[in-house]
């Protein structure tokens, strides 16, 4: 049961703390439509200015906003190249990832490892006093919830103001936004901004779960964060007051635990991607037929 | 026609989910269990897992019997990496076997909270990688340089430039590529090195490294490279320049020949120091990692004929003919 | 007051495509005026009102309202002043808000978008009694999402939210031609009387010659970039459908339409 139990926390805690990443990919890609492929570089930068900063003994708590800051200008970048220079979405973003590729190899090299006795959030001072007593494991649990949830509802506090709102719509319609006097491309640069410090936040979040970064760690992170978003979207898709963010945490953990639940099987390693991807169509497909459902009901 | 095409598809999940349970298998016990992290599968890390396994037997333990082991490879994913080395250690695992750095970093972290022993193997470079202190050993795989450097003069005693590529975010190659730059001047070589970021470029650097007129091209344990050695072998050939290996797999695809070291061998003295903490005579904490010392000499006539380097007697008596031809 | 002077708009200049729409076109809309504008395809109506709006760049001229050179700003810039609604009804509202945060959207317009509520409940039954005039029940949907209301609806909605703040402009652009027709006569209707009641200066491009002739207070022809007829006052109150139908005609079967 223990064994169970710490397998779920486990699984929770990866979902919650990749959840950073949904939430970004449900802004670039669900709000304002635009294929982001800045994540798979922003993600490994989070991590690499956390890694830098934590081995060189700064606190634990400071990455936080300094990865915000990184990965907003990561954003910041890819939105200029985007709307100044005329450039593709779709390769405006693998610009700034390719930059990112160097500058990473740049700032922690290929490989950085935190050392144990170099304090992480989940060691440092504050959490030890609060919750000393509660195993590491379950520590990562309650702080990942606690930043997923406090990130979620400041999100969704933000999508209601007037600025959330105008966000909204230039992906819905950017015609509307310009008949609102709104310049739509200083707005997709800031959704941009806002998706990428989420998604750097993520990388520094898991640099200090797993006291590592590694330059091929951003790989396939997009990816991820489409899926866990049309994942979670899909099993909501009937329920219009379910709001995206939290659509976004389910689809997270659903894809953790799915991967998790693979490797439980003990399948034979070659075969992992293949299961995964079964696994995620029966999702989908699911998903789908009970939409059908309701409609035949209605 | 829809409901058969559903039928369809609900049976071929189910095959394969009843495929995936049937490879599930070993309840555990009061047998030591041990979860092997390996990052993935690759001709050298095999040979490294096997020799492990061997390293145990050789130790006298049996498996079933005094060990269980639940091997997983990451297919060379970081984040399944992650979470395998977290399912090692929510499973309570009595140890950790990592093969490969990443593999090792992941579940050194993993095992942070149980303080789980790890043991690793095939990392050049532990020290730098943060894992030689704690509870942790195993076993580094440094390439021989000099030895590789000793053999390139002595079957090409007229060469000037080794060409090498490598790729910038693997970490053992980056730490190999500088201890190549710092002995290489004794051996009256220069260094042209060519970083890549992924595989596809590899090609591109070896055109580059032929205009610029290199000897030789020397190979590291680099996955990128490797994995289009076959591919480099075509261009090299056909410029008349011997390509030089890290280890016999990579001589036995087509490299002149290679000072390497066995990584069954390594893997063997990994099972070893391995069972030594199984048994309780010593932790990890109080075994320090061990890098071998011990290396073949590889050669491939047949490669070094078509390049038309004649192979000395003194390297010949003690070399391992190693052509898959 | 809107002038155009000497403009000229060549689409795809220098290649074989190239087509001049305008050449020294001259125009001016006088303060309080009801503009109908109607031509065949190709006949420069649309690429006149995105001139207007700054939607696309124009070759030379200028265009000045209320004495201010406003050739030079950007077409969002120039939105500050101009209120549009579209030939598609989902281009003038976002269909994944909800009503409500659709009025307050535009409500805000001319001001900072910032952090603050974007929704001011105070407020929600001002847009009630606006929603309400519109005679089309839509007070009641103030939380639905704007994309399950039906094109007249959505139309009406956008006419509303584009004339809600002060502008100096409203430009019409063949509003009704996506709708069946008896909505898009209460649209039309509709659009009128906000016209009147907020005493608007409009531009509205039609296919729709009846109309033309019925709504406003002077009509344009254009034909080819040029101005075939361009009639005001007591001259537009005598013409009837037919007289303009057979010009209409005309120049249709010059163009080869």
Redesign the interface.
Known sequence: MNVFLDLVAGTLTQGLIYALISYGIFITYKILDFPDLTVDGSFPLGAAVTAVLLTRGAAPWLTLPVAVLIGATAGLCTGLIHVKAGVRDLLAGIITMTALFSINLQLAGSNLTVPRAVDTIFTSRPVMALLGGVPLLYRKLIVSTLLALVIKLILDAYFRTKNGLLLRAVGDNDTLVTTLAVDKGRLKILGLMIANALVALCGCLVCHEQRSFSATMGTGQMVFGLAAVIIGTTIFRRASRVKGTTAAVVGSVIYKAVIQIAISLGLPANLLKLVTAVLFLCILVLGTRQGKGAERRA | MKKTMKAVVCLAMCAVLLFALTACGGSKTAVKSIGINQYGEHASLDNCRIGFLQGLKEAGLEEGKDFTVDYQNAGFDDTVNAQIAASFAANNVDMMVAIATPSAVACFSAAEDKDIPVVFSAISDPVSAGLAEGNITGTSDKLPVEAQLDLIRTLQPDAKTIGIIYTTSEANSVSTIAEYQEKAPSYGFTIDAIGVTAQSEVTQAVDTLLSRNVDLLNNLTDNNVVGVLPAILEKTNEAKIPVYGSEVEQVKIGCVAAAGIDYVQLGIQTGKMAARVLKGEITCANLPFETISEYGIYVNSAALAEMGIALPASVAEKAVESNAA | MLELKNITKVYNPGEITEVCVFRDFNLSVEEGAFVSVVGSNGSGKTSLLNIICGSIPIESGSIVVNGQDITRE????R??R???V?QNP????????TML?NL???D???K????????DRRRREDYRAQLSELGLGLEDKLDV?LGSLSGGQRQAVALLM?TMTPIDFLILDEHTAALDPKTAEIIMGLTDRVIREKHLTAIMVTHNLRYAVEYGSRLLMLDRGRAVLDCAGEEKKNLAVDDILSLFNRISIECGN
Do not use: D, M, Q
């Open positions: 950007k077409e969002f810039a939105c500050r101009i209120g549009r579209y989902a281009a003038g509202t976002s269909p994944g808000l945060e307050s959207l535009a805000n317009k001319g900072a978008y910032g952090l603050r509520r974007g929704v999402k584009a």
